[in-house]
């Protein structure tokens, strides 16, 4: 039985390591409450979503792309996971998201051929989740995921680089 579990473990992390989209430029800080049970919450509901989108003309979100209805998917993928399920009367926990896309981000960069410092546009992102004790309204877990931006990307890379940062940070919630 453990071998079955090692070998499955190995194929996951060989599959990652192969992954072709990019998510080393993905950071992430996560600040829970010492005080809360982590392992009491057992039900959530949702308060909202906010998008704050600087992205003029249209370089980053593919056509046909919903990255709000996608993160808001994968945070509910990854709360089942943990055994919460959603209930909209008397939740144990209450779940909001913000994104944040500028893609007119200035910042000093070393230009390779010449050696000096310019000022080059790296537009960056990035998305936080938020829970609330729905009972005290306290916030008990605020997870932050911060990178650069690709232009125009496919939907696929734009899906599975959310599906990333969805996953690595929820991994981070306390059991």
Partial sequence: MNRIRVLSLLSVMLAAGCSS???KDIEFDVEADPKASFSGYKTYAWLGSAAILNDTFGQW???AFDADLE????IDRELRKRGMWQRSMNPDVIVAFAAGIDMDVLELTVDPESNMETL???PRGGLAIV???SQTGFVIWVGVARANVQRQPDAETAKARLDYAVTQLLRKLPK
């Fill in 21 to 23: 989209v990019p998510t």
């Fill in 61 to 63: 979100e593919p056509p």
């Fill in 71 to 74: 993160v808001k998917y994968l």
């Fill in 120 to 122: 080059a546009n790296v």
């Fill in 131 to 133: 829970l609330v004790d």
